[in-house]
């Protein structure tokens, strides 16, 4: 079975502090993608990556950034977290564009809350 | 842009009884559509995912249906049962060179023993 992990279920930060959440999937999995998901918005897309340090913008990449140093991690960061960043946060990945039929794999979610 | 929109936002159901939920989007130019279900405070678990292609997808209970034409789709559940009750997703992957997802908001079912 393919496993998306997330480092922390629940995070509590300060505005303004620097937050890193981070994505560990064990598929080997090109693809790799970070939502955030809010109620009445749904999942909107921030950033995804298709191949080690690549990345592209998703739908609401503003003050959020992404690395990915390894193929099997994938970290989004918050260079100054704020109070609208509260949010659920999910890590997806996905096997390569030569595979469209695969689905994405989502790991459990971070629900981060910024006071 | 790509719009998905689900109703009901909400079903409340009895155990045993069919029911349809309902997913449509405003471009047809999709890749696959795929139905999703997230337990609360959960990620999410995909449950069918049918090719423009195809009409239908089935797995046990579930049979899901697409008209790429019209811009729907339906998610039936069978004999509903209260293990059943989470919020059901619809997601559109666009026909793009990257597999972005385009999401709903989602019906959150709930089934009564």
């Known amino acids: 079975d393919v496993k998306v992990t997330q480092s922390s279920r629940y995070l509590v930060k300060r505005t303004g502090e620097k937050v890193f959440l981070e994505c560990v999937q064990d598929?080997?999995?090109?693809?790799m993608f970070w939502y955030r998901q809010d109620p009445g918005l749904g999942l909107r897309l921030i950033y995804f990556?298709?191949?080690?340090?690549?990345?592209e913008k998703g739908d609401i990449p503003e003050g959020y950034s992404v690395s990915r140093e390894k193929k099997e991690r994938f970290s989004l960061i918050l260079e100054s977290a704020s109070t609208n960043q509260t949010s659920m946060y999910l890590c997806a990945s996905k096997a390569g564009a030569r595979l469209l039929q695969e689905t994405q794999y989502f790991g459990p979610g971070t629900r981060l809350l910024v006071l | 842009k790509q719009e998905v929109t689900q109703i009901p936002a909400a079903l409340s159901v009895p155990e045993g009884e069919n029911l349809v939920l309902n997913c449509s989007f405003t471009?047809?130019?999709?890749?696959?559509l795929q139905w999703f279900r997230q337990d609360p405070g959960k990620g999410l678990t995909s449950l069918l995912l049918?090719?423009?292609?195809?009409r239908e997808q089935t797995s046990g209970r579930l049979n899901a249906s697409l008209d790429k034409s019209s811009g729907r789709s339906t998610l039936y559940i069978a004999a509903s049962q209260p293990g059943d009750s989470a919020t059901y997703l619809c997601?559109?992957?666009?026909?793009?060179?990257?597999?972005?997802?385009?999401f709903g908001t989602g019906t959150r079912l709930l089934v009564s023993p």
């Open positions: 471009d047809s130019a999709i890749y696959n």
């Open positions: 990556s298709y191949d080690v340090k690549m990345k």
């Open positions: 049918i090719q423009s292609s195809q």
């Open positions: 598929m080997d999995h090109e693809n």
């Open positions: 997601a559109v992957n666009m026909n793009t060179g990257f597999q972005k997802l385009v």
